[in-house]
């Protein structure tokens, strides 16, 4: 029994904390990333994060990004939770499931590079015919419209694994709870709000977690899509940090960026289960 419990906690510490104490290490260092000698530096790297420009451009292009993409998938998520739940009949429920999950299985580079080709060809055909001014140019060249041009991709691929899971939360909401509250009077949005919100908490700050990562870790969407141009404008952590440490030899400023994505993360992550576990069930 304690050799099955050894194993899996071996190969945690192995491939997951072994990696981040390392990572941390290299933080403090000079590498360029191919010498095997490098000189400590201290916390140099961690000030350079806050001092360099384009470091900065990328953290607040990431924070952006990252607060657009959360608030649309979760809002996208639970609505189509809540319509699969209460509108759509039971024998077409399979269907909608099935077509919101497909795009979870294909490769984030080939989602990329297909929409690249839409948004380049596509999209400005049929926004010139519609006479649609923002569609009649490729999102992706313009720096204003750039980031959303990505957005709107990872939403149709983010949005499926949180639909899942707040799909899974919200069945488990007793039906009697509803049927009470109905004979008290209460509404729909009264329900919603004082038992499926309450109930859904857990599923809720899993799904916020993950998208929350994934916006703040985005890279295989930018670098397919727009490689972080034009003129930088979509240059995301991921993608700086890519840059810096396999074309401008700075493995030990890319490991500080990361650390910092890494610890962001973290409190973030703590902030929302602290709150959430202050609200009880009735308490909405």
Sequence with gaps: MLGWTIIPLGLYLLFFCWPILMGFNYSLTDWNGLAQTYKYVGFKNFIELFTNKRLLNSLFFT???????????ML????????????????????????????AVLSLVTIGLTFNQIMYRVLPMV????????????????PKTAMWGVIMVNVWQGTATPFVILLAGIQNVPNDLYEAAGID??????????????????TINVAFVMVLKSGLTIFDFIKSMTDGGPMRSTESAGVLIYQLAFSDSKAGLASAYAVLLLI???????INQKISSKVEVGQL
């Excluded at 924070?63 to 998938?73: D, E």
């Excluded at 926004?127 to 313009?142: K, P, R, V, Y």
Aim: aromatic share 12%; hydrophobic share 55%.
């Design 63 to 73: 924070g952006k990004y990252t607060i657009a993409l959360v608030v649309i998938v």
């Design 76 to 103: 996208l998520s639970m609505t189509l939770t809540l319509m699969l739940t209460y509108m759509v009949s039971n024998r077409l429920k399979t269907v909608f499931r099935s077509v919101i999950f497909f795009p």
């Design 127 to 142: 926004g010139q015919a519609l006479n649609i001014g923002f569609l009649s140019q490729n999102l992706l060249g313009d």
């Design 185 to 202: 009077g209460a509404n729909a949005w009264v329900k919603f709000k004082n038992i499926t919100i309450p109930f859904m908490l857990p």
């Design 264 to 270: 962001i993360i973290a409190v973030i992550s703590a």
